[in-house]
């Protein structure tokens, strides 16, 4: 059973914005590393971003400077704001704890990125 819902992608112009929403549910939400994912059409699911409980965060280098993460643990919820967005950052984004939990995958949210 999955344990996050990520909301919010959607069909954006390169240069345009969006941001995504990761709801959980674990009673631990607040004292996990949370961490965003993505998976681009044809390959593997990789690591872009995480916030530990401390609100330290870290980057892949594809997003550094136009992404960001926060958290709002009242509402149990990270956020990815994407800014300045290109065609090579359609996939599929998801959500999960850092290190992933297998279980713990949801659906996640389409976001594509025309030229």
């Known amino acids: 059973q999955a344990q996050f819902v990520e909301s919010g992608g959607a069909l954006v112009q390169a240069g345009g914005s969006l941001r995504l929403s990761c709801a959980g549910s674990r009673d631990t939400f607040s004292r996990t590393t949370m961490a965003w994912f993505r998976q681009p059409p044809g390959k593997q699911r990789s690591l872009i971003a995480y916030i530990d409980p401390g609100l330290r965060t870290n980057y892949a280098d594809s997003v550094k400077g136009r992404f960001t993460i926060s958290r709002d643990n009242t509402k149990r919820t990270v956020y990815l704001e994407m800014n300045n967005l290109e065609p090579e950052d359609t996939a599929v984004y998801y959500c999960?704890?850092?290190?992933?939990?297998?279980?713990?995958w949801g659906q996640g949210t389409q976001v594509t990125v025309s030229s």
């Open positions: 999960n704890t850092n290190p992933y939990s297998r279980q713990y």
